[in-house]
């Protein structure tokens, strides 16, 4: 049962423009939310996170949004540049309960072109 | 700061050997975690360490995986005997603690195929 949802596989995006990449999950006791980016061959690498007591969070040009209500959230990355091109994961965790472990989307793959 | 290492990076057994792969986590991480990747998927956590204590193990295939993190730092993930569908890149990672909101710092794994 995938409880962390990225339905997008991959997108492609010219440089300069703006990246949109989408999750969803259906766990409502998911209370903080994480991007990964990863390259080839490397492990994920955190990128930006945010509780789910806030629906944005900024940080310089990435910014992720929190809708609960749709538990739905969103990366954006403006603007897009040619290093950005890898893999995105969302992740999801309950830290409520004091375990922090992650539930993974299944990625979608980010190719800006030059 | 050294980030987390895995060994080895590549892996490559016949069904129902047995392989042991080794962590080190980031120094002073008090948290460290072994994930399963399979190809097309997200990772899936195995195991979680708090110290040298389970966490949580709820999705381990204990019948044939085992993990250890003897004296609270380094750590083994174990399978023996390994299928074919145990094919997958397995992560490390190492968190600051698991009680309160911390990234995870992942190693950058090690990739199994199994024949």
């Known amino acids: 049962d995938q409880q962390v949802k990225q339905n997008s596989p991959s997108l492609s995006v010219q440089e300069g423009r703006i990246s949109i990449l989408n999750c969803d999950y259906t766990?409502?006791?998911?209370?903080?939310f994480l991007w990964y980016k990863k390259y080839p061959a490397e492990g994920p690498t955190f990128l930006i996170s945010?509780?789910?007591?806030?629906d944005k969070n900024e940080d310089g040009r990435f910014t992720v949004f929190l809708n609960k209500s749709a538990k739905h959230l969103s990366l954006h990355i403006v603007p897009s540049q040619p290093g950005d091109s890898a893999v995105y994961f969302c992740?999801?965790?309950?830290?409520?309960?004091?375990?922090?472990?992650?539930?993974f989307g299944t990625g979608t793959r980010l190719t800006v072109i030059p | 700061e050294a980030g987390v290492a895995q060994s080895p990076r590549y892996k490559i057994i016949e069904k129902r050997q047995s392989v042991a792969f080794w962590c080190n986590p980031i120094?002073?991480?008090?948290?460290l975690y072994w994930y399963q990747q399979i190809l097309g998927q997200g990772p899936k956590l195995l195991i979680q360490?708090?110290?040298?204590?389970?966490?949580?193990d709820s999705q381990l295939p204990k019948d044939r995986f085992s993990a250890e993190r003897l004296k609270g730092v380094d750590s083994t993930l174990k399978i023996q005997p390994a299928k074919l569908e145990d094919s997958a890149v397995y992560l490390c990672?190492?968190?600051?603690?698991?009680?309160?909101?911390?990234?995870?710092?992942f190693g950058p794994g090690t990739r199994l195929t199994v024949l």
């Open positions: 360490f708090q110290n040298n204590g389970v966490v949580d």
């Open positions: 766990n409502s006791m998911f209370d903080y």
């Open positions: 120094s002073g991480h008090a948290t």
């Open positions: 992740a999801a965790s309950t830290v409520q309960t004091g375990a922090n472990n992650l539930f």
């Open positions: 990672a190492s968190s600051l603690d698991s009680l309160v909101p911390h990234e995870q710092f």
């Open positions: 945010i509780s789910s007591i806030k």
